[in-house]
């Protein structure tokens, strides 16, 4: 790569990498390009050229969330505006290889897997070396994001490649334990064959499958994408895969996420905030009758994926009754169960591995706050997904929802103009919340004016997940969707009665 010759105006957001538009409608982005990892850099004041005894302050790094299929750190989505207000940390947005073209794994050397990730990290690797110069201090790196974003937080904290480039982290509705969120290589190498073949290429051995796929075109890569997700019912198809093979150093997932915890040593890992928003499941509401058809046939696959494997036919039948009766009232899956089904695939796939997570977590010693986002702004019913929630006569915070809290967007959907109104105010304590952590490393703070009265204890106890609960008044509480983690410490008991150590 070519250095620049001459000062480059970097006041434009670059484009966005090659995506699969899972979520239209949800980010806005400056086109897309192959050529796309670029960092937006964020600093309330410019240091004086080399001058190395300015204040330096904190750095908040933020990871997109997407699927791993879509998104970037445009600031036409992700805007600034909300933490530069602060004038205490400098914040950081970036772009990661998404789709195809950062995920394909075939386990050989030629197709590792994991380009995406590994882009985090030289993005990280890059704010460790540069950052100063924007009056930022590589020591004090805080990485946080949402969704894929909030996975590819905690995969870095348990990632061997980016030990000692961040020192806390934030997990907004996403961990590292789902299905979702990592994959064994065996499943890795079927889906890139599969993608190979309807294409047409020649899926022999993997130099074939790659050699064919190099030639594609981009377009016919997210087609073929688009395929997938339709034959797996999901959008999440290329994701992080475990490196089972070590063909150089640089390996990022050496082995699954829950081995990874259970063998950090006490206290190694970072402070960690991590919580979920209180109606994840509203994220998927459909009005298309089949979906809840298709769904209510196939309920056994909300079982997590190591009971799947590690139970009997007739098991596996008693624990998705299980399911059935306790969300369902034991009745079929249709748009008169919405309820259900939204507090199902939120307990699946975000706050049951959430929960998992802190439990991990608090068993190191790791300081661990956890929150569950309870506020809804009402101009949300009029934006993506709440446009097929409020034709469906269903309210409440879905998955997604904190971000227009943090973040300013070119379509807000909160009432920000008026001082007083509860947008506002939630707004000014989660930035102060979060960029206290980072300045802190608690987010607690007895001296700002604005938090001062909030108290958010950390976990120190997994049975009993103490949280801060986000409404207009934050408040602290006990009661962490209780009935529903019960459930789901029921249905995952063979995880240790068959001591499985190996599985997702």
Known sequence: MKP?????????????????????????????????????????????????NHPKLPVMVFIHGGAFLSGAGSSHTYGPEFFMAEKNIVLVSLNYRLGVLGF????????????????????????????????????????FGESA?????????VSPMSKGLFHRAIAQSGTALPEWAAIDASVAVDRATRIAKSLYCNTENATTIVNCLSRMSTSALVQAT???????????????????????EDVFLPDKPRNLFDNLELSSSVPLIIGVNKDE?????SEDDEMYEFFDQNLQHCLPLHVRKHSTPDQREALTQKIRQFYFNNEKVDKTKLKGFVDLLGDHLFIYPTVETVRKLVEKKNYVYLYNFVHRADRYKDFWPHE????????????????????????????????????YKTMKKMVKLWTTFARLGTPVSSTDDTIKNIQWPKVTNSKDLVHLEMDTNFRVSHDFFKERVALWDQLTALDSSTAVKDEF
């Open 4 to 52: 620049w010759a001459s000062v480059v105006m970097a006041i434009n957001d670059g484009p966005g990498c090659i995506q699969t538009d899972v979520f239209p409608g949800f980010i806005t982005l400056t086109g897309e390009s192959e050529d796309c990892l670029f960092v937006n850099v964020y600093t309330p004041q410019l240091p004086f050229p080399g001058n190395t």
């Open 104 to 143: 394909l794994s075939t386990g050989t050397e030629d197709a590792q897997g994991n380009v995406g990730m590994k882009d985090q990290v030289l993005a990280l690797k890059w704010v460790q070396k540069e950052i100063i110069n924007f009056g930022g201090d590589p020591s004090q790196v805080t990485i």
């Open 149 to 157: 974003g909030a996975g590819s937080v905690v995969l870095h904290m």
């Open 226 to 248: 688009f395929s997938l997700i339709a034959e797996e019912k999901t959008v999440v198809v290329t994701v992080p895969v475990v490196e089972t093979a070590k063909f150089d």
């Open 281 to 285: 499941g509203m994220f998927f509401l």
């Open 388 to 423: 097929v929630s409020t034709n469906l006569g269903y309210t409440g915070v879905s998955h997604g929802e904190e971000l227009a809290f943090l973040f300013y967007s070119d379509r807000p959907v909160q009432n920000l103009t008026d001082t007083n109104s509860d947008d």
